[in-house]
């Protein structure tokens, strides 16, 4: 209330006080039936009244009023905000993709209180049913404006409230292989699977079966032997990348290279060009998530877990220096152990981050205070940022303002060059790949969106 939590000692209490706000008025004999309903009608009035007197003893003011002798009600000059208004709103759906839980008073449990429980669970259904027909239209509506970050959100949330869900299950498959994430997309394909057999003795219908050949399909593909084709303008990105690698080796100041670019411009086929030549030993990877960043110093702790993983560095102990509360400090002080025991290494490390536009703001800031400044010559720095799912633009603006950093931006290729590259001999091209198998391969590996 006003911004404070209030604390209601016993679960009952608690119910009572969820009822009677979520109708605004009730009467004693209602309550009374509701929550003792095995006693007789004048001890659980006793009862009742005990409670309700408790309870009005737990708030700091007049929330709830009588009126007569039967009548229970919120007083009329609080303004009640409940979570369930947000089906009432408009634009109710960005409410639904911000809250923790999607299920009515959820793990609310009141033993020995049978009409509660069924009120409860009646509820749920009913709000659960609304939330994802709510969810479903908005889901398709980001998809089609191209915010996949909003997409995914929604098909998690859905899938959280309804798990047999499956256009929610197809999105989810489609968001990944865009990213180019073929082992999360076909996980999410098992996991439904295995869910609609063991809970409902059935099959993924035939779309989301024909998604999953498709995505097995484009894997496959991918991982055929031989190098990734690249173009003039993929090898021209290469090039900088590999200049930049030889000044770190070679202990000269080199920029941190960030790739940047929309989905299906060939950032991951210029970085993985780059990896052939490294040693898998010298490669720390971390791989950021959508839902990274909604939590503070997410990154940054997949960051230094990367590091300890590959270095082979024991889980950091907590800094000998008090940090006095602060979080930042914190994870400085962290970092500033974790950096001693990785000096003593021999090799020279690439610190490599996937999905940089999911990276939270104060992860951020200690990536540019820390390891663009203080720990620069540490690691050989690059990174993935893909414009499809970037939430906080302020990121990539931050960077180009600072200095030591490469922002390398991958763009379309023209018509002609794209037809160029397909239909011309390419001296690079693994045997038995013709132009027409490369045409039909761009052809087919593409996943179509539903409109």
């Known amino acids: 209330m006003n911004q404070q939590k209030i604390e209601v000692?016993?679960?009952?209490?608690?119910?009572?006080?969820?009822?009677?706000?979520f109708h605004g008025t009730c009467t004693r004999d209602e309550l009374s039936s509701m929550f003792w309903e095995e006693l007789e009608p004048e001890d659980a009035r006793r009862n009742l009244r005990n409670s309700l007197y408790k309870l009005k003893s737990c708030l700091d003011s007049p929330i709830l009023l009588t009126k007569g002798k039967e009548l229970l009600l919120v007083n009329p000059e609080i303004e009640?905000?409940?979570?369930?208004?947000?089906?009432?709103?408009?634009?109710?759906?960005?409410?639904?993709?911000?809250?923790?839980?999607?299920?009515?008073?959820?793990?609310?449990?009141?033993?020995?209180?049978?009409?509660?429980?069924?009120?409860?669970?009646?509820?749920?259904?009913?709000?659960?049913?609304?939330?994802?027909?709510?969810?479903?239209?908005?889901?398709?509506?980001?998809?089609?404006?191209?915010?996949?970050?909003?997409?995914?959100d929604c098909a998690k949330k859905i899938l959280s409230v309804d798990g047999y869900q499956?256009?929610?299950?197809?999105?989810?498959?489609?968001?990944?292989?865009?990213?180019?994430?073929?082992?999360?997309?076909?996980?999410?394909?098992?996991?439904?699977?295995?869910?609609?057999?063991?809970?409902?003795?059935?099959?993924?219908?035939?779309?989301?079966?024909?998604?999953?050949?498709?995505?097995?399909?484009?894997?496959?593909?991918?991982?055929?032997?031989?190098?990734?084709?690249?173009?003039?303008?993929?090898?021209?990105?290469?090039?900088?990348i590999q200049q930049e690698y030889k000044k770190y080796i070679s202990h000269t100041p080199s920029d941190f290279c960030i790739l940047s670019g929309s989905i299906g411009m060939g950032k991951s086929r210029v970085l993985s060009e780059f990896l052939t030549e490294i040693s898998p030993e010298q490669l720390i990877c971390a791989e950021l998530h959508a839902s990274d960043r909604f939590v503070d110093y997410s990154a940054i702790e997949k960051i230094a877990e990367a590091i300890c993983c590959t270095c082979k560095i024991p889980s950091l102990r907590e800094p000998d220096i008090p940090y006095f509360g602060s979080e930042d400090v914190y994870y400085r002080k962290s970092l500033e152990q974790l950096i001693k025991v990785l000096r003593k290494k021999p090799l020279p490390y690439i610190l490599l981050i996937k999905n940089m536009e999911s990276m939270d703001k104060h992860s951020f800031h200690l990536l540019l205070s820390c390891f663009l400044e203080k720990y620069r010559g540490e690691f050989f720095m690059l990174a993935e940022y893909c414009y499809n799912f970037q939430s906080q633009s302020f990121l990539l603006e931050r960077l180009r303002s600072g200095g030591h950093m490469k922002i390398i931006k991958l763009e379309p290729l023209s018509e002609?060059?794209?037809?160029?590259?397909?239909?011309?001999?390419?001296?690079?091209?693994?045997?038995?790949?013709?132009?027409?198998?490369?045409?039909?391969?761009?052809?087919?590996?593409?996943?179509?969106?539903?409109?």
Not at 83 to 95: A, H, N, P, R
Not at 441 to 449: D, P, Q
Request: aromatic content about 10%.
């Open 166 to 240: 499956e256009q929610a299950c197809r999105t989810l498959m489609q968001i990944y292989s865009s990213r180019g994430d073929y082992n999360q997309a076909l996980h999410v394909y098992s996991a439904f699977q295995a869910l609609l057999a063991e809970e409902l003795d059935t099959e993924p219908d035939r779309e989301t079966k024909e998604l999953y050949e498709k995505i097995l399909l484009i894997k496959k593909r991918h991982s055929l032997p031989g190098k990734p084709l690249l173009h003039e303008e993929h090898m021209e990105v290469l090039a900088e």
């Open 80 to 152: 009640l905000i409940k979570d369930t208004d947000m089906f009432l709103m408009e634009d109710g759906e960005k409410y639904m993709l911000q809250i923790e839980s999607c299920v009515f008073l959820n793990k609310f449990q009141l033993k020995n209180c049978r009409e509660f429980q069924l009120w409860v669970q009646s509820l749920q259904n009913t709000y659960e049913k609304l939330f994802v027909d709510r969810l479903l239209p908005a889901m398709k509506k980001f998809i089609d404006r191209d915010d996949y970050i909003s997409a995914e």
């Open 416 to 451: 002609e060059k794209c037809r160029e590259f397909l239909i011309k001999p390419s001296k690079s091209a693994p045997p038995n790949r013709s132009a027409a198998y490369m045409v039909e391969l761009t052809i087919t590996t593409s996943v179509r969106w539903p409109r």
């Open 9 to 21: 000692p016993q679960k009952k209490l608690q119910a009572l006080l969820f009822y009677i706000l």
